[in-house]
């Protein structure tokens, strides 16, 4: 008698714990489909050299844009080693794609910061990290509905845009990093 009431029990225990995990799974980062105006501001790469944002952006490349900091201690490295990682499976054609980090801390991430930080990573042609004053900074992250506080609460946001569409999708969340390469082969090229 016991056994036929605790297999039910058991089976419906594994069929929820099923559930939960696709769910989790399936729930750790958002998707959505934006359109943003990127500012004509003009940012500098870690040489030092001129970036004029809205058209290093509206590249005929997939271009996967990310907002982070060189000081940060959670999540930026975690992003950094995903971009990293994601290099190194498209190696040797890592500037198939432009991978662009903008710092939100203009006023300590420098060129010669910046540059540090790349070799830091093994970052190879392709991935560019920019900076510049705290005015165009700002503006840029308003353009693309960033804040600050998304670097102390995890929830990252890494935009990607398809050259074909010119369209943005948002990943908000905990992406993994097959989640990288799974969104990119997504996208329309």
Known sequence: MKNKTLLPLLAFIALATLVYFATAEKDRYRRSVVNYRVPAVTLRNQQGAPVPLRNYLNSSKPVMLEFIFTSCTTLCPNQAVKFS??????????????LVSITVDPETDTPEVIQRYLQQYRAQPGWDFLTGSKEDIGQVMAAFDIKPSDMITLDSSLLLRSPKTGQWLRLDGQLAGRDFMREYQRLEH
């Open 85 to 98: 990682n994601f290099q190194q499976r498209l190696a040797p054609q890592t500037d198939q794609v432009r």
